[in-house]
C-alpha cells in the first residue's frame, strides 16, 4: 500500500494568491480557526516576496486583527538568515506559519535543507498550521511547478518542475489558476505524472489539507482538481520537445467552500460527505 499523501498532526492550506488581507479576511480567518488556543502566536516568512518590507505589515495587521499573540515577521533572505538560532527559535514556538507569495524557486533555494525548514516540518507534524499563498502554496509539495507558459503549456516539456518543500506528497499546486488561464499547465503535468493530483487554486481561494489527505475548499473562489489516475492513454512519451500533448479520459472536478475531495479514495465528497469524512479521521 502506498504512504498517504499527507500524515502529520497539523494543517496545511494552501491558498491561491490575491486573498483579501483588510476586509473580511475570510481565507484568513479559516487558517487562524485551525491553531491551537494554546498556541496563537503566527510566524510570516516573506522570502518568496520580492517586496517583503511591503507585504509583511500587511499580514501583520491582519493576523493582529485576527487575535494573535505574537506575529514574528521573518524575512529570510539568505541562507545564512534560514540558519539563524533566533530565527529557528521563533518558528519552533509558532502555532501557525505562513508563507507569503512571489517566487517559488528562491523559496526552495534558500530554505531547502536548512534549520528553518526543518523546524517547520517538525512544527507541522506536531500539530502547527502551516499556510501559504501563491508561490507560498506552488512551493508545498514535494514536486512544485515553478515555470511554464499558461496559453499553450500541453506541449511536451512545457512546464518547468523541481522539487518543493516537502509539506505533502501527491499533489501538484497551481495558483493564481483560473485568473491566469493555467489549466494546460496541469493538463501537462497530469500526462507525465498520471499518479499526481492537480490542484488549482483561484485567487481568493484556498485549500485545507487534512490529516490522511481529505482536502476542503475554503473561500469564496474554486479550487479546480484535475485527476489524471485513470488516465486511459496519451502520446506524450513519443513526441519531441514542444509537440501538442494527446490525453484521453482526464478528470476535472470544480470545488466551492464547504465541498472536498478524498485524495485516497479519488472521491468528491459534497458538505455532508466532507463532515463525516472529517469526524472519522479526528
Avoid: C, W
Wanted: hydrophobic share 45%.
Amino acid at each position: 500500500m502506498a504512504p498517504p499523501i499527507f500524515s502529520a498532526s497539523g494543517h496545511l492550506v494552501a491558498i491561491g494568491g490575491a486573498e483579501d488581507r483588510t476586509s473580511d479576511l475570510e481565507i484568513l480567518k479559516n487558517v487562524f480557526a485551525l491553531a491551537s488556543e494554546g498556541n496563537r502566536e503566527v510566524a510570516v516568512i516573506a522570502t518568496a516576496s520580492g517586496i517583503p518590507k511591503q507585504v509583511l505589515p500587511e499580514y501583520e495587521a491582519a493576523f493582529s486583527r485576527l487575535g494573535a499573540s505574537q506575529v514574528h515577521l521573518l524575512e529570510i533572505r539568505d541562507r545564512q538568515e534560514a540558519a539563524d538560532a533566533d530565527t529557528v527559535r521563533l518558528l519552533e514556538q509558532s502555532g501557525i506559519i505562513f508563507f507569503t507569495g512571489g517566487d517559488q524557486l528562491r523559496l526552495t533555494n534558500v530554505l531547502g535543507g536548512s534549520p528553518a525548514l526543518k523546524a517547520v516540518r517538525k512544527r507541522l507534524q506536531e500539530g502547527a498550521v502551516v499556510a501559504g499563498t501563491s508561490a507560498g502554496a506552488a512551493a508545498m509539495p514535494g514536486t512544485m511547478i515553478y515555470n511554464g507558459a499558461a496559453a499553450d503549456a500541453l506541449r511536451k516539456g512545457a512546464v518547468n518542475m523541481t522539487s518543493g518543500l516537502g509539506f505533502v506528497d501527491g499533489l501538484i499546486i497551481d495558483s493564481h489558476f483560473l485568473e491566469r488561464g493555467r489549466f494546460t499547465r496541469l493538463m501537462e503535468v497530469g500526462a507525465s505524472n498520471p499518479e499526481h493530483l492537480g490542484v488549482g487554486l483561484g485567487e481568493d481561494a484556498g485549500v485545507i489539507i487534512h490529516p490522511h489527505g481529505i482536502l476542503e475548499a475554503i473561500g469564496p473562489g474554486h479550487v479546480i482538481l484535475i485527476d489524471s489516475l485513470d488516465l486511459a492513454s496519451s502520446n506524450i512519451a513519443d513526441l519531441d520537445m514542444g509537440e501538442p500533448v494527446a490525453v484521453e479520459h482526464m478528470i476535472l472536478h470544480a470545488l466551492v467552500s464547504g465541498h472536498g475531495f478524498d485524495v485516497e479514495a479519488r472521491r468528491y465528497l459534497v458538505p455532508d460527505e466532507l463532515g463525516a469524512a472529517l469526524a472519522e479521521n479526528r
